[in-house]
């Protein structure tokens, strides 16, 4: 069993950065694959990005590309979302997830946390 804490989000105006953690506790954190998903109000839960266990592999949606950076520092359990050039269709409720290797689906991932709101002005 994995457990999920994120944290770091807020009201942020456009333009501006914010940095997102996803800690773990429970089992091997660092045996897993980890995204990072956002749900707007209304819209279906997307994917914005994963990282591989080891981190050496990470992917994004075309959305983010360029703005954010998906990073994990393992023996501390957490993994970071570096969200840079904000803009308001990026406010959503962001989750990880931790998954047996990187996936770009919901049903791929094992364990989520309970979300964090991220709300950028414009």
């Known amino acids: 069993q994995v457990q999920l804490v994120e944290s770091g989000g807020g009201l942020v105006q456009a333009g501006g950065s914010l940095r997102l953690s996803c800690t773990a506790s429970?089992?091997?954190?660092?045996?897993?694959?980890v995204g990072w998903f956002r749900q707007a109000p209304g819209k279906e839960r997307e994917f914005v990005a994963a990282i591989s266990w080891s981190g050496g592999v990470t992917y994004y949606s075309d959305s983010v590309k360029g703005r954010f950076t998906i990073s994990r520092d393992n023996p501390k359990n957490t993994v970071f979302l570096q969200m840079n050039s904000l803009k308001s269709e990026d406010t959503a409720v962001y989750y990880c997830g931790a998954a047996g290797r990187v996936a770009g689906t919901i049903d791929g991932y094992d364990y989520w946390g309970q979300g964090t709101q991220v709300t950028v002005s414009s």
């Open positions: 429970g089992r091997t954190f660092s045996s897993y694959a």
